[in-house]
């Protein structure tokens, strides 16, 4: 079974050591093996116990504890990486601690130097994923689809998307990433989206005010012939429960056709 298509690494070890503490037997052992694999094997499970606890607390908006046991798993963690460092920042940001977050991302930018990651967060402060409200912000730079749908086939909107606010998106998230999806409504206003409706992630990694994005997003034409429009959402995917989906930033007319 295999539980992470990343390459061998330090960010693989990372993942495979925070499934390794999975509530459910089969992810754990598979990752528990895949990391026993691993060179400071041990070290790892340890971070990813601690980084484990920290999303824990997190969860439950108690930030205080989650740089504490972040702070932890940076310790055990075996270095290579900046992630953990960045997730401590930012965690230390939430809890209102701004400048030691500062200091966090400036001892990594000096053992980073080179990293992208690390540079975008220190010129810009990464928002927190506003999980109450629906959505986010964005600009539509560009959208492209097939004007003619064969009846029930998958398609896909392309489009190109710009961040209008003044801090930067957060990349993949525990407390909830930036997604945005597409649906398709008939000439009456109707919503005959077709399951399954897929959210696409923004982005791995934090976009800068004024950064663009290109996204696929996949959608299923109605299986009756007529004029549609997909329709561009933003949504907030929290680590749990049901995606918090915002109105329709745009729309693109397109046909459905019987044969093309």
């Keep these: 079974m295999q539980l992470v298509s990343y390459p061998p690494g330090p960010v693989r070890n990372r993942l495979l050591a925070r499934l390794a503490h999975d509530v459910e037997p089969t992810v754990s052992r598979g990752a528990q093996a895949g990391l026993a694999e691993a060179p400071d094997a041990a070290a790892w499970m340890a971070g990813g116990a601690a980084e484990v606890e920290a999303d824990g607390a997190l969860f439950h908006n108690k930030y205080g504890e989650a740089v504490e046991y972040m702070e932890q798993a940076l310790n055990r963690y075996p270095k290579g990486e900046p992630g953990p460092g960045l997730k401590l920042a930012w965690l230390q940001g939430a809890d209102g601690r701004r400048e030691v977050a500062q200091a966090t991302l400036k001892a990594l930018s000096a053992q980073y130097p080179d990293d992208p990651r690390v540079a975008v967060t220190m010129q810009w402060p990464v928002s927190r994923p506003r999980l109450l409200g629906h959505g986010f912000e964005f600009e539509v ?12 086939q998958w398609s896909f909107l392309s489009v190109t998307i710009r961040n209008p606010e003044n801090q930067a998106w957060p990349g993949l998230q525990v407390k909830g990433t930036y997604a ?8 009456s206003g109707k919503d005959v989206s077709l399951q399954p409706v897929w959210d696409i992630a923004v982005s791995m990694d934090p976009v800068v005010p004024g950064g663009e994005v290109v996204l696929q997003l996949p959608f299923r034409a109605p299986a009756q012939d007529g004029k549609y429009e997909v329709l561009i959402h ?5 680590p749990f429960g049901t995606p918090r989906v915002g109105p329709p930033q745009s729309a693109l007319p397109f046909e459905v056709v019987r044969k093309l």
């Design 180 to 187: 945005v999806r597409a649906t398709v409504r008939d000439g």
């Design 141 to 152: 730079v560009s959208k492209q689809v097939a004007y003619k749908v064969l009846r029930g």
């Design 234 to 238: 933003p949504v907030i995917l929290p």
